[in-house]
């Protein structure tokens, strides 16, 4: 199906398109150029949404590229991967609606750079060749090193080396890990081969499987991230431009997550089990740990960013339970994450803008400026707390769920961690929002921008639609593994 390669095709050549449009003509035609890319990203994936019925893989598509190391272009799509890349999608669109403003310089090369990134990641949803998945891998993170590079805040250089050396460490150990695996295959059946469902039946049965299994999960616990591995991210969080701050907390950091599913628990089954216990000690340590560093922050990007992190600890709790309502929970968590998160960013970007600073110390009583801009500040901060009727709170309520049948003892003190998820969300509110004004400016945010409301009534509306009836989104989701025979199998042969 060609429609698969074309999701990767598409927002390259739409970035490139940008970039050529942007080298002599006005800021405002790259814009343009990316906003038509993303509009027919996502007509793309309208005709191949309706498309879908049933479960398992709905979509296959194979060339051969490297045949003599068994290495091909072969992408399969399946409910986890279509769901991930409306994610992408959406998640894409304010980046590119919102930074008509922001962006003024090299503008061509912005709108390239944010779209390759998308390119990647939709790769990244889409590759069942190892090698393919490790290319769509970096692909996507060495433009995100630029834009952060290029057009980041005071401290970019020593964020965005940060970011590269987490990355790119991460990534080569799951290089290892894959070659490891090839190796392996080929030693006990004599072929080559990089393909995930061939190589899957020796990933169950391997002695090296733990060993193995191991570099990919660093490598996805780095990306998600998970702590000890979280160093990298309240940085690049708060130093990255605010389309990079939403691309990066929106979806990139999602990658981790479907790796997590994708790449450990369906690839190596028995193996992911033993590890479970500690993935979801880490997964609570994380919760805790980065909800409480949250609360002690002064910097508004920097308790998002923390908070961020606290979040991510139930996408791990919700995939290593063992239990099919714990993994629903964890992809809804990922995608309601990506809304809600993505949507504090665009209003920690637009105050930074309007004030010039990120520090709480210097806001306060801002409410009656932007009543509506805070009001949305209210309705983010509430999803991110888990408020019922919310998106965020049907995945964290399902996560714990499923935790329960794994474990008593860390559903208490997961939960406890939504305690202290109120606390830093609505400290952020009193701090930004209310008590008396410390700014010189009677009306210092000025009048809405239309954009940005735009912006986030879309995020709210599908946070809702997501917190009241996620039953779409349930009943799609749900991964298929690499032994189910279906669609992409019958293809490939």
Not at 12 to 19: I, V
Not at 236 to 259: F, H, Q
Request: hydrophobic share 55%; with cysteine.
């Amino acid at each position: 199906m060609l429609a698969l390669p074309a999701l990767v095709l598409l927002p390259f050549l739409g970035g490139f398109a940008a970039w050529l449009v942007g080298i002599r003509g006005p800021a405002r035609m790259p814009w343009i150029a990316s906003l038509i890319t993303v509009a027919l990203q996502i007509l793309l994936l309208l005709d191949l949404t309706v498309g879908v019925h049933g479960e398992g893989w709905f979509a296959h598509f194979s060339a051969p590229w490297v045949p003599l190391l068994g290495i091909n272009v072969r992408m399969d799509m399946d409910g986890l991967s279509l769901v991930m890349l409306w994610l992408n999608a959406l998640i894409a669109l304010p980046c590119v609606y919102l930074s008509s403003r922001n962006v003024t310089e090299r503008a061509g090369l912005f709108h390239f750079l944010i779209l390759a990134t998308v390119a990647g990641i939709n790769g990244v949803f889409l590759a069942t060749d190892l090698f393919l998945f490790f290319f769509f891998w970096e692909l996507m993170l060495l433009p995100m090193f630029g834009i952060i590079l290029i057009w980041g805040h005071a401290r970019r250089t020593r964020a965005a080396l940060k970011f590269f050396l987490f990355t790119q460490g991460s990534g080569l150990l799951m290089l290892l890990a894959i070659l490891g695996l090839v190796i392996v295959n080929a030693q006990d059946t004599g072929t080559i081969t990089f393909d995930y469902f061939e190589l899957s039946r020796t990933a169950i049965v391997s002695p090296y499987a733990p060993f193995i299994m191991a570099g990919f999960f660093i490598a996805f616990a780095v990306k998600l991230p998970m702590v000890p591995f979280h160093a990298w991210l309240p940085d690049t969080y708060t130093e990255s431009p605010t389309a990079g701050s939403i691309l990066l907390s929106g979806v990139l950091a999602k990658t981790g997550g479907y790796g997590l599913i994708r790449f450990v628990v369906l690839l190596f089954p028995n193996a992911a089990a033993h590890l479970a216990p500690l993935a979801m000690t880490l997964g609570v340590v994380g919760i805790l740990y980065c909800a409480w560093l949250a609360v002690s922050q002064d910097d508004i990007k920097r308790l998002i960013a923390y908070s961020s992190v606290s979040h991510l600890g139930f996408i791990l709790l919700g995939v290593f339970s063992g239990t099919q309502i714990g993994m629903e929970g964890a992809i809804v968590q990922m995608v309601a994450h990506g809304l809600s998160t993505g949507a504090l960013f665009v209003i920690a970007g637009l105050l930074e803008d309007r004030l010039g600073t990120r520090d709480m110390s210097k806001m306060g009583g801002l409410w009656p400026a932007m009543p509506q801009f805070s009001a949305f500040a209210m309705f983010f901060a509430a999803a991110s707390l888990g408020l019922p009727g919310l998106g965020n709170f049907i995945g964290e309520f399902l996560v714990l769920m499923g935790t329960w049948q794994a474990s008593h003892t860390m559903t208490y003190f997961a939960a406890a961690g939504l305690v202290l998820s109120s606390v830093y969300s609505l400290t952020m509110m009193m701090r930004v929002f209310y008590g008396p004004s410390k700014t010189e400016v009677a009306h210092p945010l000025g009048l809405p921008s239309r954009p940005h409301l735009a912006v986030l009534g879309a995020a709210a509306v599908l946070l809702l639609a997501l917190g009241i009836y996620p039953q779409p989104v349930l009943k799609l989701s749900t991964p298929a593994g690499p032994h189910v025979i279906g669609f992409a199998q019958e293809q490939a042969q």
